[in-house]
């Protein structure tokens, strides 16, 4: 392999992170959050590689999307967040899982904070159009 082809082992990783992100996005997505974005950031840090960022209208609604997300990623993703910052303020909640961190705002922290910016040279992933949700509903 040349140096600019990455691994099988890191090629699969990324593939897990992105499919990982696209999926809280689209948990963020079905309880009503907004201004999703997805930040790929593998070209600029080895910390992680994606953020998804999203503004929440309440702190009701920020602990919904959070326990969701949580609910979502341990039962069909069988990942456990390794860390959560920020949940009992509700203006900035942050959900560690490795290579994917979460971070859901209220607008007037989202505006302040504003990540986008800040990692103004990550690539934006775009958010695939919804088929039928891919996501059982079934009881």
């Given at each position: 392999?040349?140096?600019?082809?990455p691994?099988?082992?890191?090629?699969?990783?990324?593939?897990?992170?992105?499919?990982?992100?696209?999926?809280?996005?689209?948990?963020?997505?079905?309880?009503?959050?907004?201004?999703?974005?997805?930040?790929?950031?593998?070209?600029?840090?080895?910390?992680?590689?994606?953020?998804?960022?999203?503004?929440?209208?309440?702190?009701r609604?920020?602990?919904?999307?959070?326990?969701?997300?949580?609910?979502?990623?341990?039962?069909?993703?069988?990942?456990?967040?390794?860390?959560?910052?920020?949940?009992?303020?509700?203006?900035?909640?942050?959900?560690?899982?490795?290579?994917?961190?979460?971070?859901?705002?209220?607008?007037?922290?989202?505006?302040?904070?504003?990540?986008?910016h800040?990692?103004?040279?990550a690539k934006?992933?775009?958010?695939?159009?919804?088929?039928?949700?891919?996501?059982?509903?079934?009881?």
């Open positions: 392999m040349t140096e600019s082809t691994s099988p082992k890191s090629i699969r990783e990324n593939a897990r992170g992105h499919d990982l992100a696209i999926a809280i996005a689209r948990i963020i997505e079905e309880t009503r959050g907004k201004d999703i974005r997805i930040l790929d950031l593998r070209s600029v840090t080895e910390v992680f590689d994606y953020f998804v960022i999203a503004t929440g209208s309440s702190r609604q920020m602990h919904a999307v959070s326990d969701e997300i949580e609910r979502v990623v341990k039962a069909e993703w069988g990942d456990e967040k390794r860390g959560i910052e920020g949940y009992d303020e509700s203006r900035w909640i942050v959900l560690d899982y490795g290579d994917v961190i979460v971070q859901l705002f209220d607008a007037d922290s989202r505006q302040y904070w504003d990540l986008e800040l990692w103004g040279d934006r992933v775009e958010l695939p159009q919804s088929e039928e949700s891919p996501r059982s509903t079934d009881s």
